[in-house]
């Protein structure tokens, strides 16, 4: 069936019309030429009350053009992504080949975190980056928006947050403050919205809170001498009434169900709690003994706060060990090494969501010749292609059956200490964002690494056509490596 130069688009059920804008657009942004029509169009979205999971769809390529049937908005809109992808595949002018294709995700949790602390990103690669998870499939974007070297959202009751604490980045403690607006801020949940990307929100606590403190000082629980100010004070009943505060501006921002408070590394930073006498006193009247009981101590308040704001938290796998309640509580398991916190978090009933560095966090390098981002410590391990596609396996979880119903996804995470530029963080996503998205969609028994290994041919002519600096695996030399930042120093 040969594909029309100009390609028109109907919706036979009103609810799927909505959509219809949205797709020309995109289809325009890879040079296609695309128009909605009332008459019978092309491709045309029909309502189909056989699915009942929202995200399920049926794609149909005939010798007259293609339909797209789903349940739900969701389901219609992944379509039109198979469908998008068919024809960036082919081009206007050529042909498709018949086929009827049923279509369902393996995981309803299908993520990409980034962090704009560590270097400041901003709303026009943020949108970009939405555009292409869309075209992925992928529908939760972890927007890590706080930590030590920035803060990175602006807060209305507390404006020092940004004037002061979003000055500075990894590589130049005095560049000028970079933040999002709470305009932009909703801007962008706005337009993940229009492509069914849920965005979630990090306010990190009670660690990797320096820049808060460099705001706010008043809230620091101190830390140690490479982390300095790097905690909250739990002590102090005006730390629960200031993150508070900030939660509940974070709240109306964020339609999303969730919020997640980091909880990760606190004894980075938390030797100064033994120290602090209002800390001492806490422990003594709580009964409480150790720090540990002491971080714990701040993630339950934290918790029952969010509850009452009608919102589910989500804590990296530290969190597991808290206490934290399992009806209201998401964990993330992002250490590999530690699988006992998997193993814990499935055991106690929490619902989970797979991100290990190893082979998911996207700043870790893609090639053995790539000298910029990390590689694990031990044995110099990285995360290649091949290696995002095949995840999740017992293989990735030394052992541990991921087959309960509490693992609700998989999600890569970028973290951006070596990442400064636009083109270096695409350059460090793509085309693993392919392979995550594979890895996040489809079941294992319908894996095939050497037909994905295929397909990406077309899918880097795609990253071409739309200006994506991208590793190409296949031919490392013909993509040398972005270089990462160089640390500025103060003189």
């Excluded at 830390?223 to 905690?231: I, R």
């Excluded at 796998?317 to 193993?343: C, F, I, K, Y």
């Excluded at 031990?378 to 995360?383: I, S």
């Excluded at 951006?416 to 693993?432: A, K």
């Amino acid at each position: 069936m040969s594909v029309p130069k100009v390609i028109t688009v109907s919706a036979v059920s009103g609810e799927f019309s909505p959509l219809i804008s949205e797709f020309v657009e995109s289809l325009k942004k890879f040079s296609i030429q695309a128009k909605k029509t009332e008459k019978k169009g092309w491709i045309q979205l029909v309502r189909n009350t056989a699915y009942h999971n929202p995200e399920e769809y049926r794609l149909t390529v005939s010798a007259v053009g293609i339909i797209v049937e789903a349940g739900c908005a969701n389901g219609c809109f992944y379509g039109l992504q198979s469908a998008l992808q068919l024809i960036n595949g082919t081009g206007t002018g050529g042909s498709l080949p018949c086929a009827v294709i049923g279509d369902a995700p393996r995981y309803g949790w299908r993520g990409l975190m980034l962090d704009e602390s560590r270097h400041f990103v901003g709303k026009a690669e943020v949108k970009k980056l939405l555009d292409l998870m869309a075209f992925h499939k992928l529908n939760k974007f972890h927007w890590h928006l706080t930590d030590s070297q920035g803060w990175r959202i602006e807060i209305k009751r507390y404006p020092l947050l940004t004037s002061v604490g979003a000055i500075g980045n990894l590589t130049d403690p005095d560049a000028p403050a970079q933040y999002y607006t709470q305009a932009e801020i909703a801007e962008i949940v706005q337009y993940a919205a229009d492509r069914f990307i849920e965005v979630i929100p990090e306010i990190d606590m009670p660690g990797h809170a320096t820049s808060a403190i460099k705001a706010y000082p008043e809230f620091s629980g101190g830390g140690s001498k490479q982390y300095p100010n790097f905690t909250f004070n739990p002590g102090k009943e005006g730390t629960y009434t200031f993150l508070t505060n900030i939660l509940k501006e974070i709240i109306a921002l964020f339609p999303s169900r969730y919020i997640h408070i980091g909880g990760d590394e606190v004894h980075f930073g938390n030797e100064q709690w033994n120290h602090l006498p209002e800390i001492r006193e806490l422990m003594k009247a709580q009964g409480l003994e150790g720090l540990v009981t002491v971080e714990h101590y701040f993630l339950n308040r934290i918790s029952d706060s969010i509850r009452v704001l009608n919102k589910t938290v989500i804590g990296w796998d530290e969190v597991v060990t808290a206490g934290l309640p399992v009806s209201n509580t998401m964990v993330m398991w992002w250490r590999q090494e530690r699988p006992e916190q998997l193993e814990k978090a499935i055991n106690k009933g929490y619902e989970i969501v797979l991100c290990p560095r190893l082979p998911l966090y996207l700043d870790f390098v893609q090639h053995s010749s790539h000298k910029y981002g990390r590689k694990w410590s031990k044995g110099g391990e990285y995360a290649p292609i091949e290696k995002v596609y095949h995840f999740p396996s017992m293989d990735y979880t030394s052992g541990i059956s991921i087959s309960t119903p509490l693992i609700k996804g998989i999600q890569g995470n970028i973290w951006t200490e070596t990442i400064h530029t636009p083109e270096r963080l695409q350059f460090m996503i793509f085309p693993r964002l392919s392979a995550l998205a594979e890895a996040a969609w489809t079941q294992d028994k319908s894996k095939n690494y050497e037909n994905f290994n295929m397909r990406m041919d077309k899918m880097m002519e795609v990253y071409k056509k739309i200006g994506i600096v991208f590793f190409n695996y296949k031919d490392p030399e013909s993509s040398p490596e972005v270089a990462g930042p160089e640390k500025k120093k103060r003189d």
